[in-house]
């Protein structure tokens, strides 16, 4: 059983540790100090107990016993305090990770979320999944699982869930990176000059520009308590260093999703309803996906399995739930339309 601690972010969320320890190939090494700390962090926040009044009459919450795990997207990590409590309000307990080099798993002298291959990640994925089931109770039906990723977290849960079927219940992505920003045609171009890069300079810089214009547009329009508690040492406002070994790591992510990768599990896909490409601010920014091509992405969602819904919310940003207030809401909306569908479902199969 792990050691928990009080969080950073306040009453009613506490953290714990993984010390990751295991083969790092060459280009790892390459971008961590001889004697790095590889650490992993899961966050957890737990539902209020229901009241001896909700007992005696035997009222359950929506999501009882559920758990949910998060991952964060590029240069990123959890601070969302208002999507945990959407969770734990509901009667799931809730658990987000920080992945090594990111947040608060970053120590000094690392690169920050520097991999050379996103089945890196399984080895705190597997930890935080063993410490979240480490307290089932004997006798009783096990909890449902449910795995939650945000853009390059969706993609790295998406890939751990085909590598360890039978372990998620569901899948719920927010604007998942499925997909490169020029289409599959434009990737399987670029991917063999970023491979050759990845394989004898993995720590060389790709092009990228970015005028923190995303981070605005969530200042503008986004939770303000939240946001204004973001570290910026975590979550830089204008995103990191993009180098080739991830980068290639990143697009072979892509290859084997659109190769398909046959989940059996019920996906909730939740995008924008439109993207943006910035080359100047404008107000359009604070109503539009401005990172990823959302059509394309919807495109490549339908090769992840067999029963995929995807939904478009009218004025999202990038992070649905970090959007204005009109979309934001919208967007928990149809994620609790979904998931009670899915639950209902799940238990009449049952019976």
Request: aromatic share 10%; charged share 25%; proline share 5%.
């Amino acid at each position: 059983m792990a050691t928990w601690v009080p969080d950073y972010l306040g009453t009613g969320f506490e953290q714990t540790t993984f010390e990751l320890v295991g083969d790092q190939g060459d280009d790892a090494q390459e971008a961590s100090t001889p004697s790095e700390e590889l650490v992993a962090t899961l966050v957890r926040s737990l539902p209020v107990r229901r009241s001896l009044w909700q007992k005696l009459t035997r009222q359950t919450r929506d999501f009882e016993e559920i758990d949910v795990l998060y991952v964060h997207g590029w240069s990123d990590y959890f601070f969302q305090k208002e999507f945990a409590s959407f969770w734990t309000s509901r009667g799931a307990r809730f658990f987000a990770l920080d992945l090594r080099r990111y947040g608060r798993s970053l120590r000094e002298n690392q690169v920050a979320g520097f991999a050379t291959d996103l089945e890196e990640y399984d080895a705190e994925i597997d930890l935080a999944v063993a410490e979240i089931q480490s307290d089932q109770k004997p006798g009783k039906p096990p909890r449902k699982f449910v795995l939650v990723g945000h853009s390059t977290g969706g993609l790295v849960l998406s890939l751990w869930a085909a590598r360890h079927p039978g372990i998620a219940d569901a899948l719920v992505l927010n604007s998942p990176w499925l997909e490169f920003q020029l289409a599959a045609r434009a990737r399987q171009l670029l991917t063999p000059i970023v491979r050759l890069g990845a394989r004898y300079t993995p720590l060389d810089s790709t092009p990228l520009l970015d005028h923190g214009f995303y981070s605005r547009a969530q200042a503008e329009v986004g939770p303000r308590s939240e946001l204004e508690a973001v570290n910026f040492d975590w979550r830089p406002e204008q995103v990191r260093t993009v180098h080739s070994g991830w980068l290639a790591a990143v697009l072979e992510g892509h290859e084997l999703v659109h190769r398909g990768l046959g989940l059996e599990i019920p996906i909730c896909v939740m995008l924008s309803a439109r993207s943006v490409f910035p080359t100047k601010w404008s107000d359009e920014l604070t109503r539009a996906d401005s990172v990823l091509d959302v059509d394309e992405v919807a495109k490549a969602a339908l090769r992840l399995g067999e029963s995929v819904t995807i939904e478009r919310i009218d004025g999202a940003l990038h992070d649905i739930f970090l959007s204005a207030e009109s979309p934001r809401q919208q967007a928990y909306e149809r994620l609790e339309r979904w998931m009670i569908g899915w639950k209902e479902a799940t238990a009449r199969s049952e019976r």
